[in-house]
Nanobody, 115 residues
Framework: QVELVESGGGSVQAGGSLRLSCAASVNIDSINALDWYRQAPGEQREWVASVIHGGRTEYSGSVEGRFTISEDTPNNTVYLQMNSLKSEDTAVYYC?????????RGRGTRVTVSP
């Protein structure tokens, strides 16, 4: 069982920044990859970014250059630094992992970007 707790969401004006955190209940060194997804109202879930074991990162085209995913291994936390936010970034953001073959997801943190 893995517990993931997201935090750091809030309301911000376009052009602003937020840093999301995802605290894991397990050693994130033991996880192959941790992903951030988001889901806007009435929309399907969208993959945002991943950090892969060893530190490699990947981003969707819609956020590349604006968002940065990073790991704090001693604290078993993964961050998503979001800069130059746009109204279309408004969504609930979730972190997800696959651990020992099973999927786990946090409850999400809401980000609202006003024009």
């Amino acid at each position: 069982q893995v517990e993931l707790v997201e935090s750091g969401g809030g309301s911000v004006q376009a052009g602003g920044s937020l840093r999301l955190s995802c605290a894991a209940s397990v050693n994130i060194d033991s996880i192959n990859a941790l992903d951030w997804y988001r889901q806007a109202p009435g929309e399907q879930r969208e993959w945002v970014a991943s950090v892969i074991h060893g530190g490699r990162t990947e981003y969707s085209g819609s956020v590349e250059g604006r968002f940065t995913i990073s790991e704090d291994t001693p604290n078993n936390t993964v961050y998503l630094q979001m800069n130059s936010l746009k109204s279309e970034d408004t969504a609930v953001y979730y972190c997800t992992v696959s651990y020992r073959g099973l999927p786990f997801r946090g409850r999400g943190t809401r980000v609202t970007v006003s024009p």
